[in-house]
T-cell receptor, first 116, second 107 residues
């Protein structure tokens, strides 16, 4: 059974450029989460979806960030325009039918983003 | 006050000892609690979850939950060098994470 798949694994780009991170959740999982991890702030929840619908985006830092989930097998996190302070590891995770099941979130390998 | 707090460490224990990791949380209505292990450069990996007050044991790992004190802990018995990692406490279904505690097990 394939896990959560994220792409790209690494991204280096210049300030001001648009960045798009991609995620394919585990098949059958109803919830999808985007996290950002930095040394200073740790692992922060940005947004999560249930059945492709955004439920809570209160963690999205500002309007430069947007996330979509057009179908059950694909989600994107977009940053436009990017800034050096956006440099972090971005994780996507998915979980099954309930947020409180005994098999909670499965994480992808992450995208390491560097904005120069 | 942060929603989930952990001692950042580093916590250093000798091989074979018991490592004790602690976590407090602010939302009294929280129902689910998780411990994740994260090796350097890797993604978080679930190692324990607990919903009810008391202890839950799985191999060398024991999670302890005290909802009245809003406190959850993780004990690692017979610590091994391979246990050296950052341990993340997470609370709630959508997972609010603590900053993590770095554990180092010395041979």
């Amino acid at each position: 059974d394939a896990g959560v798949i994220q792409s790209p694994r690494h991204e280096v780009t210049e300030m001001g450029q648009e960045v798009t991170l991609r995620c394919k959740p585990i098949s059958g999982h109803d919830y999808l989460f985007w996290y950002r991890q930095t040394m200073m702030r740790g692992l922060e929840l940005l947004i999560y979806f249930n059945n492709n619908v955004p439920i809570d985006d209160s963690g999205m830092p500002e309007d430069r960030f947007s996330a979509k989930m057009p179908n059950a097998s694909f989600s994107t996190l977009k940053i436009q325009p990017s800034e050096p302070r956006d440099s972090a590891v971005y994780f996507c995770a998915s979980s099954p039918h309930s947020l409180y099941s005994n098999q909670p979130q499965h994480f992808g390998d992450g995208t390491r983003l560097s904005i120069l | 006050q942060k929603e989930v707090e952990q001692n950042s460490g580093p916590l250093s224990v000798p091989e074979g000892a018991i490592a004790s990791l602690n976590c407090t949380y602010s939302d009294r209505g929280s129902q689910s609690f998780f411990w994740y292990r994260q090796y350097s450069g890797k993604s978080p990996e679930l190692i324990m979850f607990i919903y009810s007050n008391g202890d839950k044991e799985d191999g060398r790992f024991t999670a302890q939950l005290n909802k009245a004190s809003q406190y959850v802990s993780l004990l690692i018995r017979d610590s091994q060098p391979s246990d050296s990692a950052t341990y993340l406490c997470a609370v709630g279904g959508k997972l609010i994470f603590g900053q993590g505690t770095e554990l180092s097990v010395k041979p």
